[in-house]
């Protein structure tokens, strides 16, 4: 018999999976080239010989947040989004970079973006001001709260209200701890929140949770280091969009805002006009871009090229 389910939790190629009457099933993909994720809508088959559910095809995706494998190719992270939260905090310090490299596959996808800072409760250093300020200069909200002490996590749910978010980030930044006081304790399975030797909270799937007052929130692992897909990256700003809305007086339509003459984003950069650090994360993201498509290799390259 022939159905569909959503994917609610992805542990590797072991899939967790509800169906419209909102039975929850344990299923698998049918097929090593079924690369399926979190908050994939999907159609299965039961196999009652071997008493297990089979993912035969995955349904139209509504947006995706991929990321780039070091040979360049696309992969798939969490699917049906409409709104990626990254998450830092005090501790562990914070990398500007990864934060500005998810930020850019959100804008590239179409997604909307917040950043949120947790351990509010903690000090909050001077350079990390000068960060948050530089997200907010960009056009991404900043929110301050507590997993710790509840402060202004009403303002947070607020934001996730009836939108499909997904919290990524740093290891050690909260993000579960965030999302079990987001998310009833019911609704929260015995494992779905696993646990380090000293008790943390150590997420390594991703999963996904219903929101008391509407919409759904996507646990994901804890990153040391993020590449977005090069493959969805906006071309031209990468994602950045400062860059976009500086970019149209750039002198060449072509500028890659590296080295060219009459370069509008350098020169905002240099009067400060445009924040010195992201402009250097911009340039990385660059370099990396180019590296990654490099890596792909010219058959690869041409093949994307015709599509």
Not at 96 to 118: K, Q
């Amino acid at each position: 018999m022939e159905f569909d389910a959503q994917v609610i939790a992805a542990y590797g190629r072991h899939l967790r999976l509800r169906d419209a009457s909102g039975r929850v099933l344990q299923g698998r993909p049918f097929g090593r080239k079924l690369q399926v994720v979190c908050g994939d809508q999907v159609r299965c088959t039961e196999d009652s010989t071997h008493a297990e559910i089979h993912v035969n095809e995955i349904l139209p995706r509504r947006s995706l947040l991929a990321r780039s494998t070091l040979r360049g190719d696309s992969e798939p992270v969490v699917a049906n989004l409409s709104l990626l939260v990254t998450v830092i905090a005090p501790l562990p310090r914070p990398d500007p970079f990864i934060i500005d490299r998810y930020l850019c596959a959100a804008s590239s996808a179409g997604l909307r973006a917040i950043v949120v800072l947790n351990k509010a409760e903690l000090e909050v250093p001077d350079e990390l001001v000068v960060m948050l300020k530089s997200f907010e200069s960009a056009g991404y909200p900043v929110l301050r709260c507590s997993a710790e002490t509840g402060d202004r996590l009403d303002a947070l749910a607020a934001e996730l209200k009836d939108a499909t978010s997904v919290f990524v980030g740093q290891s050690g930044v909260g993000k579960s701890s965030l999302i079990t006081r987001l998310v009833p304790a019911t609704a929260i399975s015995t494992g779905d929140l696993d646990r380090d030797a000293e008790g943390r909270h150590t997420t390594t799937s991703s999963a996904l949770y219903d929101l008391p007052s509407g919409g759904a929130v996507i646990d994901s692992p804890g990153v040391r280091d993020f590449a977005p897909a090069i493959s969805s990256l906006e071309s031209r700003s990468l994602g950045f969009p400062e860059v976009d809305r500086l970019a149209p007086g750039c002198r060449f339509i072509d500028c890659l805002h590296l080295q060219e003459p009459g370069c509008a984003v350098r020169q905002a950069s240099e009067s400060n006009d445009m924040d010195a650090r992201r402009y250097e994360s911009y340039r990385r993201l660059r370099r990396l871009h180019n590296d990654l498509k490099a890596a792909q290799g010219p058959g690869k390259r041409r093949g994307q090229e015709r599509a």
